[in-house]
């Protein structure tokens, strides 16, 4: 599908970007970094965060207006199909108006064309609630993504990737809540389908959608985690039972579940060290540590002030071997805070711009850069 913004710019950015990072490092001095923008500009309007706040509430404000004035001409018989007819014609304008604005005053999720857009989203929404009031959870889900994949596609909002997987799961849960196997195969079609989505974020090597597969990456990996975590499970299968007990049932295959808290965890550790990957690592060590209070809410002995402070000595000393360990790189990983940065890639590219040659455009590399962000490689 065609970007609405200039994928271009969105390129030049991002180079612009990583050179104004390895700048901070004192890996390129403030004369190559100006050349890097000379070469590779982008044109966006991007103002500060406040600023952004600001032009997105003035902008939900005269959509409203729009909507309570365009009403005075068209809404007067009072019934839904009215109203839909109104939020239809509401939902045009307001796409069309962000087109506008995009081409001619080159916004970039600059909070007006943000708040055009979830106005425009929301304005096709209503027709769909108000003419199918009976209609199933997952018949409106299904209705949803069929608006919210298009607009994301296109304008890559990070609003949308939540959207997403929040509507997918929702359909999957409601069906299989309709039959007795689907509910104990819940756990199992999470996993399954976090996995599927994680694999599918992977393949996406493109700039433009960068943030949204880094957003769907995080996702599918917490519910992955959650959907094996035997706290979870065996709670929620007292919930979905209608069990107002104060503890929850011993749940089938729960020797499994045992393995899938312990495994998960120390699997997205293993291999976020082994890809260098900062996300993979982040969410490893978090889903450890809700481990570690899973085991200990079911088979903990020591009090709480014991647990704290046999906890927090492991920790330090944990950290202290690490540090001394890692002092001299090892296995691609160090504890310095300065990383090697690769400047072989943006050298290349400037250089190709001044021979007026297009270097091959492999797409966004993650996993070969340094240890962060959407890149990773060799050093920590």
Same mark, same amino acid.
């Given at each position: 599908?065609?970007?609405?913004?200039?994928?271009?710019?969105?390129?030049? /950015?991002?180079?612009?970007?990583?050179?104004?990072?390895?700048?901070?490092?004192?890996?390129?001095?403030?004369?190559?970094?100006?050349?890097?923008?000379?070469?590779?500009?982008?044109?966006?309007?991007?103002?500060?965060?406040?600023?952004?706040?600001?032009?997105?509430?003035?902008?939900?404000?005269?959509?409203?207006?729009?909507?309570?004035?365009?009403?005075?001409?068209?809404?007067?018989?009072?019934?839904?199909?009215?109203?839909?007819? /109104?939020?239809?014609?509401?939902?045009?304008?307001?796409?069309?108006?962000?087109?506008?604005?995009?081409?001619?005053?080159?916004?970039?999720? $600059?909070?007006?064309?943000?708040?055009?857009?979830?106005?425009?989203?929301?304005?096709?929404?209503?027709?769909?609630? /108000?003419?199918?009031?009976?209609?199933?959870?997952?018949?409106?889900?299904?209705?949803?993504?069929?608006?919210?994949?298009?607009?994301?596609?296109?304008?890559?909002?990070?609003?949308?990737?939540?959207?997403?997987?929040?509507?997918?799961?929702?359909?999957?849960?409601? /069906?299989?809540?309709?039959?007795?196997?689907?509910?104990?195969?819940?756990?199992?079609?999470?996993?399954?389908?976090?996995?599927?989505?994680?694999?599918?974020?992977?393949?996406?090597?493109?700039?433009?959608?960068?943030?949204?597969?880094?957003?769907?990456?995080?996702?599918?990996?917490?519910?992955?985690?959650?959907?094996?975590?035997?706290?979870?499970?065996?709670?929620?299968?007292?919930?979905?039972?209608?069990?107002?007990?104060?503890?929850?049932?011993?749940?089938?295959?729960?020797?499994?579940?045992?393995?899938?808290?312990?495994?998960?965890?120390? $699997?997205?550790?293993?291999?976020?060290?082994?890809?260098?990957?900062?996300?993979?690592?982040?969410?490893?060590?978090?889903?450890?540590?809700?481990?570690?209070?899973?085991?200990?809410?079911?088979?903990?002995?020591?009090?709480?002030?014991?647990?704290?402070?046999?906890?927090?000595?492991?920790?330090?000393?944990?950290?202290?071997?690490?540090?001394?360990?890692?002092?001299?790189?090892?296995?691609?990983?160090?504890?310095?805070?300065?990383?090697?940065? $690769?400047?072989?890639?943006?050298?290349?590219?400037?250089?190709?711009?001044?021979?007026?040659?297009?270097?091959?455009?492999?797409?966004?590399?993650?996993?070969?850069?340094?240890?962060?962000?959407?890149?990773?490689?060799?050093?920590?």
């Amino acid at each position: 599908m065609k970007k609405a913004y200039n994928e271009t710019w969105v390129e030049n /950015l991002h180079l612009q970007r990583l050179a104004a990072e390895w700048t901070s490092k004192n890996l390129l001095t403030a004369d190559q970094e100006a050349q890097v923008k000379e070469l590779f500009p982008e044109k966006f309007y991007r103002p500060g965060l406040f600023v952004k706040i600001g032009l997105f509430c003035f902008a939900v404000v005269a959509t409203s207006f729009f909507v309570g004035f365009l009403s005075l001409f068209i809404y007067d018989t009072g019934s839904d199909l009215g109203f839909s007819t /109104l939020s239809l014609i509401c939902c045009g304008c307001f796409f069309f108006v962000l087109e506008y604005l995009i081409k001619t005053k080159n916004l970039f999720h $600059s909070g007006v064309d943000n708040a055009l857009l979830y106005a425009g989203v929301t304005a096709a929404m209503v027709p769909v609630f /108000l003419l199918f009031e009976h209609a199933p959870l997952w018949g409106y889900c299904l209705i949803a993504l069929a608006v919210i994949i298009p607009v994301t596609l296109r304008y890559a909002d990070l609003l949308g990737p939540l959207a997403i997987f929040g509507l997918v799961f929702t359909i999957v849960a409601e /069906l299989m809540m309709k039959f007795p196997l689907g509910k104990a195969l819940l756990p199992f079609a999470v996993m399954i389908l976090s996995a599927v989505i994680y694999a599918l974020a992977r393949k996406s090597k493109t700039i433009y959608y960068r943030e949204c597969r880094q957003i769907f990456e995080v996702l599918s990996l917490v519910t992955f985690y959650l959907g094996g975590n035997y706290l979870v499970v065996r709670e929620l299968n007292a919930i979905i039972a209608g069990l107002n007990v104060s503890v929850a049932p011993q749940i089938a295959f729960a020797p499994m579940f045992y393995a899938f808290t312990l495994i998960i965890p120390l $699997s997205y550790i293993f291999f976020g060290l082994k890809r260098a990957d900062r996300i993979l690592l982040i969410i490893g060590l978090v889903a450890f540590a809700f481990s570690v209070y899973t085991f200990r809410h079911y088979f903990g002995t020591l009090t709480p002030s014991q647990e704290l402070v046999l906890a927090g000595t492991l920790m330090i000393v944990a950290a202290i071997a690490a540090i001394k360990y890692l002092h001299t790189p090892k296995h691609g990983i160090s504890d310095e805070q300065d990383r090697k940065n $690769s400047l072989e890639n943006l050298q290349a590219v400037i250089a190709a711009h001044e021979l007026g040659v297009t270097p091959g455009d492999h797409g966004l590399e993650f996993g070969g850069g340094t240890f962060g962000g959407g890149g990773a490689g060799e050093v920590y």
